[in-house]
């Protein structure tokens, strides 16, 4: 069974920052694409930003240069840092995964339990 632990969200002020950190556990053969998405009060749940094995990133624009991913492949953990938040960016935060199940390499899609990001003004 594959999990996906979330830690790092709270309460913090407006232009504060927080670090959230989403770790893969279990067993499987690898980690593709890893990402966060968000899902505020009485909206659906948005993409954040995603990051593939090898890097490469993509954020959506509402965070574009206060948010980054990062990755640490042979820990499975990707990382969401936040910088200069905003009170909009209050949300529960979602870990993504897609994951290469063992032995059968069929690729599943996991999610992490959500974390709440709290930003006061």
């Known amino acids: 069974q594959v999990q996906l632990v979330e830690s790092g969200g709270g309460l913090v002020q407006a232009g504060g920052s927080l670090r959230l950190s989403c770790a893969a556990s279990g067993r499987f053969t690898s980690v593709k694409i890893m990402g966060w998405y968000r899902q505020a009060p009485g909206k659906q749940r948005e993409l954040v930003a995603t990051i593939t094995s090898a890097g490469s990133t993509n954020y959506a624009d509402s965070v574009k240069g206060r948010f980054t991913t990062s990755r640490n492949n042979a820990r499975n953990t990707v990382y969401l840092q936040m910088n200069s938040l905003k009170p909009e960016d209050r949300a529960v935060y979602y870990c993504?995964?897609?994951?290469?199940?063992?032995?059968?390499?069929?690729?599943?899609?996991?999610w992490g339990q959500g974390t709440q990001v709290t930003v006061s003004s």
């Open positions: 993504n995964a897609a994951v290469v199940a063992w032995p059968s390499r069929v690729e599943y899609d996991y």
